[in-house]
């Protein structure tokens, strides 16, 4: 569908603002050469310091390990990163979880809509990374002994469970993410071929 890089970049400048109109904020186009893929990140999955190794069918050791994610991420050509924000009421511990887990869930969702927009727009092997872990069930099949996931369809892994540094990375195309105590962020990809 899109025989020149001319036609391609239009098609992608087209994503991203389609991106920004169904609420991700900010979103940032970049190379995908630029992805910062490190065994450290996905060293801190294995150590379990989120709680979620082995727990969950899009986290460690159920993803690829890091050199297929390196070749992956180097058969794209683009990525557009995404944010979205949400104010934070309280910053105690349960209910920035609680925020965190809304947010995430939505943001899988879109991110999704957002795949599969690439997809319809001929960008036929995009592929969305979401923010923190699958909550698309309360409990992972994985967690009943069952290893297919239910929603395959719309199960994400995220950024760091494929072991990309998402600070590096945002910072490699100028976007800052905060830790705020008032503000949420969570933070996600879109692979384009």
């Not at 899009?58 to 690829?64: I, K, N, R, T, V």
């Not at 557009?80 to 947010?103: A, G, P, W």
């Not at 976007?175 to 692979?191: C, H, I, M, N």
């Amino acid at each position: 569908m899109y025989p020149d890089l001319k036609r391609k970049l239009l098609g992608v400048l087209e994503l991203d603002a389609y991106a920004q109109g169904i609420g991700f904020d900010p979103t940032k186009l970049l190379l995908a050469k630029d992805i910062v893929v490190d065994e450290r990140v996905r060293m801190h999955c294995q150590l379990n310091l989120c709680c979620n190794y082995g727990h969950n069918l899009m986290c460690p050791p159920f993803l690829p390990p890091i050199a297929e994610t390196r070749v992956l991420v180097g058969k794209y050509t683009f990525a557009l990163l995404l944010q979205m924000q949400q104010k934070l009421q309280q910053s105690d511990k349960e209910s920035m979880r609680q925020v965190f887990n809304e947010t995430a869930r939505r943001f899988g969702q879109l991110a999704v809509t957002l795949e599969r927009k690439a997809f319809s727009d001929g960008f036929r092997l995009a592929m969305a990374l979401g923010a923190g872990e699958c909550k698309l069930c309360s409990t992972c099949a994985i967690q009943n002994g069952d290893h297919h996931c239910i929603y395959p369809g719309t199960a994400r892994p995220s950024m760091e469970g494929m072991g990309i540094d998402v600070g590096k990375t945002f910072a490699a195309a100028g976007l800052t993410l905060e830790f705020r105590s008032d503000q949420l962020t969570v933070a996600g990809l879109l692979l384009i071929d």
